[in-house]
């Protein structure tokens, strides 16, 4: 319009508003640099934080950790059933009867184990007096005949040696039903808090209350034990399992202290193979 100065190109303006000052375009301008970079560095540090969850701890520089422990032990798979047998836990299943070859349902040993000389290398049959040894000799006198009372029918178990020198002891006991494994269980080894007959080497037993409820499976019940005090001879750790018509005993024992990480895990595989 006549009398009026243009306006500037590239400069969109309110009518009724003036236009910003120099000065301020250049603080407006700058302000925008800085948006812009923040905008941008926020998108990298969100890609780079994608990226991180995509690989695995140990890919990342400085972030790799230790084991916690936890021992190796080859997949696992539970052993086919005969033809028209039911699983251990279901209705049409009254006696809780394990169908399957007891031997398969034996824990294997894990990577870098050793035979336990006075143990099968892989689960195998044992006579009853292979069992009875591991226990104290002042019990294995009622242990025998407790074991004859209520029919114990066989008798399968396995051990190792870990290069740490904690030796690992499984046997696995099967009877008529679950009834004779519950009485022969309540009769000669459950005392409450502390086991009815003592372990060679462990004359003293408490139940352990650090054992997490949930762990193993829900048919499974599951009874560990500890030695109370530090002891100048092995430590021992034990763990007995109520599987139906099958009774589950794990032993480990190290001079010194047995680790719980892997009795834990040894303990909680075997029971989910009886599971």
């Given at each position: 319009?006549?009398?009026?100065?243009?306006?500037?190109?590239?400069?969109?303006?309110?009518?009724?508003?003036?236009?910003?000052?120099?000065?301020?375009?250049r603080?407006?301008?700058?302000?925008?640099?800085?948006?812009?970079?923040?905008?941008?560095?926020?998108?990298t540090?969100?890609?780079?934080?994608?990226?991180?969850?995509?690989?695995?701890?140990?890919?990342?520089?400085?972030?790799?950790?230790?084991?916690?422990g936890?021992?190796?032990?080859?997949?696992?798979?539970?052993?086919?059933?005969?033809?028209?047998?039911?699983?251990?836990?279901?209705?049409?299943?009254?006696?809780?009867?394990?169908?399957?070859?007891?031997?398969?349902?034996?824990?294997?040993?894990p990577?870098?184990?050793?035979?336990?000389?006075?143990?099968?290398a892989?689960?195998e049959?044992?006579?009853t007096?292979?069992?009875?040894?591991?226990?104290?000799?002042?019990?294995?006198?009622?242990?025998?005949?407790?074991?004859?009372?209520?029919?114990?029918?066989?008798?399968?178990?396995?051990?190792?040696?870990?290069?740490?020198?904690?030796?690992?002891?499984?046997?696995?006991?099967?009877?008529?039903?679950?009834?004779?494994?519950?009485?022969?269980?309540?009769?000669?080894?459950?005392r409450?808090?502390?086991t009815?007959?003592d372990l060679?080497?462990a004359?003293?037993?408490?139940?352990?209350?650090?054992?997490?409820?949930?762990?193993?499976?829900?048919?499974?019940?599951?009874?560990?034990?500890d030695?109370?005090?530090?002891?100048e001879?092995?430590?021992?750790?034990?763990?007995?399992?109520?599987?139906?018509?099958?009774i589950?005993?794990?032993?480990?024992?190290?001079?010194?202290?047995?680790?719980?990480?892997?009795?834990?895990?040894?303990?909680?595989?075997?029971?989910?193979?009886?599971?």
């Amino acid at each position: 319009m006549p009398g009026q100065a243009p306006a500037q190109w590239g400069t969109q303006q309110v009518l009724g508003t003036p236009g910003p000052a120099p000065r301020d375009r250049r603080r407006l301008r700058a302000a925008g640099v800085w948006a812009l970079a923040v905008l941008v560095l926020a998108v990298t540090a969100a890609g780079t934080g994608y990226g991180l969850t995509r690989l695995d701890r140990t890919d990342l520089p400085g972030l790799a950790t230790e084991s916690d422990g936890r021992w190796d032990y080859p997949a696992l798979e539970l052993p086919a059933l005969p033809s028209g047998s039911p699983p251990p836990f279901v209705a049409g299943n009254s006696a809780e009867e394990h169908h399957a070859d007891l031997r398969d349902l034996v824990l294997p040993p894990p990577a870098d184990a050793e035979p336990d000389k006075k143990l099968p290398a892989e689960a195998e049959w044992v006579p009853t007096g292979t069992y009875l040894d591991a226990y104290d000799a002042r019990d294995r006198g009622e242990l025998r005949r407790a074991l004859r009372h209520n029919a114990v029918r066989h008798i399968a178990a396995t051990g190792w040696l870990m290069p740490d020198g904690t030796r690992t002891r499984i046997y696995l006991l099967r009877f008529n039903s679950g009834a004779f494994a519950t009485a022969w269980f309540d009769e000669v080894i459950s005392r409450g808090d502390s086991t009815g007959s003592d372990l060679a080497g462990a004359p003293e037993a408490v139940l352990d209350e650090s054992w997490p409820v949930e762990a193993g499976p829900g048919a499974i019940e599951t009874h560990v034990f500890d030695e109370p005090e530090p002891r100048e001879e092995d430590h021992v750790r034990q763990a007995y399992l109520r599987a139906g018509d099958v009774i589950g005993l794990v032993v480990q024992s190290r001079a010194g202290e047995v680790a719980p990480t892997p009795f834990r895990q040894t303990v909680v595989l075997q029971s989910q193979l009886l599971g």
